[in-house]
């Protein structure tokens, strides 16, 4: 139980182009969700918290304009990097966390972003 | 405000060796903490958590304690094997605001020799 799926596992794009990544809870219901970038050999930074049917809260210095997030449904959230440039290029990994008090986030596969 | 710190890797054992990866924390309140690992090019698995002091957290082999009074949540295992070999990053949940945000560590990498 508790798995946490992202389409697309990579994507390449071209610098000027956006990119939606999408995260789904595959067997349960996902009150928040969150989205995290990773650095090469780095630890995750919390990007923004989602949760369903608000908009999501950024973290500070994330750009809100720039990573667009929407939390439509209690299963699937979604991250658009518009307008990608090549410092974009990243490991982009979504988390999701039962409702009803439940603490334990379960993290999905990441996505890896390369902008050229 | 609230952090943890994780020892510095890369760490490197001979398989079979014991393996102890430190992790200290500091937080208003009481968080729980928990244990995550990364294989190359995955996402985060969950190994262990604790959610109140005294708690022991165990799983395939790997344990760790909440320590209130040293405020550490330190990692162990008997026997490592190869398969062992991936970053491990501690975390506490900030449950304060509600929305239960992580603080994470910064990752410890384990790599593991036949």
């Known amino acids: 139980g508790a798995v946490v799926s992202q389409h697309p596992s990579w994507v390449i794009c071209k610098s000027g182009t956006s990119v939606k990544i999408e995260c789904r809870s595959l067997?349960?219901?996902?009150?928040?969700m969150f989205w995290y970038r990773q650095f090469p050999k780095k630890s995750l930074m919390l990007m923004a918290t989602?949760?369903?049917?608000?908009?999501?809260?950024?973290e500070q210095g994330v750009e809100k304009d720039k990573f667009l997030i929407n939390h439509a449904s209690l299963t699937l959230s979604t991250l658009t990097v518009t307008s990608a440039h090549p410092e974009d290029s990243s490991f982009y990994i979504c988390?999701?966390?039962?409702?009803?008090?439940?603490?334990?986030?379960?993290f999905g596969p990441g996505t890896r972003l390369l902008v050229l | 405000g609230n952090s943890v710190t994780q020892m510095e890797g890369p760490v490197t054992l001979s398989e079979e060796a014991f393996l102890t990866i430190n992790c200290t924390y500091t937080?208003?309140?009481?968080?729980?903490l928990f244990w995550y690992v990364q294989y190359p090019g995955e996402g985060l698995q969950l190994l262990l958590k604790?959610?109140?002091?005294?708690d022991k957290g165990s799983n395939k082999g790997f344990e760790a304690t909440y320590r209130k009074e040293t405020t550490s949540f330190h990692l162990e295992k008997g026997s490592v094997q190869v398969s062992d070999s991936a970053v491990y990053f501690c975390?506490?949940?900030?449950?304060?605001?509600?929305?239960?945000?992580?603080?994470f560590g910064t990752g410890t990498r384990l790599k593991v020799l036949a």
């Open positions: 988390s999701a966390r039962a409702g009803q008090g439940g603490e334990t986030q379960y």
């Open positions: 067997d349960f219901q996902a009150t928040t």
């Open positions: 989602s949760n369903e049917g608000s908009k999501a809260t950024y």
């Open positions: 937080a208003t309140g009481y968080p729980s």
């Open positions: 604790a959610t109140k002091a005294d």
């Open positions: 975390a506490l949940s900030e449950g304060a605001s509600g929305t239960y945000k992580y603080i």
